[in-house]
């Protein structure tokens, strides 16, 4: 009898492996879920561009540009949600005085393709050439990291010259989160996207503007913690109240611009 029931067990946990590694992608990225959309409209020199990828596919993005204005934005979003659901941010960019420019991983936004770490780093890779393309220097490009995209612009920022780096609640590594919510599976083995921030940080050598609430319940603020002992930021933001996605209030616009500040000293 105890025999059987093992062998049910054992049976179940396999069965229940072999699907968290077939389908493990589903677990981490989430084009169709549209959270954190507000009311607010984008603002009229938005411009709307599609830039082709490394397979061809074209990535919808959104640009604005204003030559009065030094450093331009290159925004990695999360793993969930379309550019509609960043509104808010980007017209604080501007209001701010920079440019920005967000694109759609292949996946997101209705653009062809499934997202996959390479993928998404050769997506970043085309957004930054498309920026180069249009004649701004690539000491004016500021990257921009939200949470999944935190591992976008670490990786692009150990391998493309830039002005600086911005992480809005960065991770140690996807390793890491599986492991918190899928602690009986041995996700060492079995992650296909790593994102591992932790084994790059210090090897950056731009200046970093970190932020991470401390009521995040998606990515524990400790895990930036642990990357800001590996490489000192320029400027830390880390607000009692915030969650996962931070309140674009004036005092992180304030951290924002005291990081800018910073940077056209440089």
């Known amino acids: 009898m105890l025999i059987k029931i093992l062998t049910i067990i054992l049976t179940t946990y396999l069965i229940a492996l072999i699907f968290l590694f077939i389908f493990q992608r589903n677990f981490l990225y989430f084009p169709k879920e549209n959270n954190y959309l507000t009311s607010e409209k984008i603002n009229d020199e938005n411009l709307e561009v599609y830039i082709a990828n490394n397979q061809g596919h074209k990535l919808k993005s959104w640009f604005y540009y204003n030559q009065k204005n030094r450093f331009t934005i290159l925004f990695f979003h999360g793993n969930a949600g379309q550019l509609e659901n960043r509104i808010y941010k980007l017209n604080a960019f501007r209001e701010i ?13 209705s653009c062809d393709g499934s997202p996959s770490e390479k993928g998404i780093y050769n997506d970043a890779q085309s957004a930054y050439q498309w920026l180069l393309s249009k004649g701004i220097p690539k000491n004016q490009i500021v990257f921009y990291g939200e949470s999944l995209g935190t591992g976008v612009g670490v990786n692009m920022s150990i391998n493309n010259t830039s002005a600086g780096l911005i992480l809005e609640s960065p991770f140690t590594s996807i390793t890491d989160l599986g492991k918190k919510k899928f602690p009986i599976f041995p996700i060492s083995l079995i992650l296909k996207d790593r994102f591992d921030n932790e084994s790059k940080f210090e090897r950056l050598s731009v200046p970093l503007l970190v932020m991470h609430g401390n009521k995040d319940k998606i990515v524990p603020q400790n895990m930036s913690f642990r990357l800001t002992k590996l490489k000192k930021p320029t400027v830390t933001y880390f607000p009692e109240n915030d969650n996962h996605m931070m309140n674009f209030d004036n005092n992180l616009k304030f951290k924002i611009i005291e990081f800018i500040e910073y940077l056209n000293q440089i």
């Open 97 to 109: 005085g920079l440019n920005y420019l967000i694109f759609s991983y292949r996946g997101f936004n």
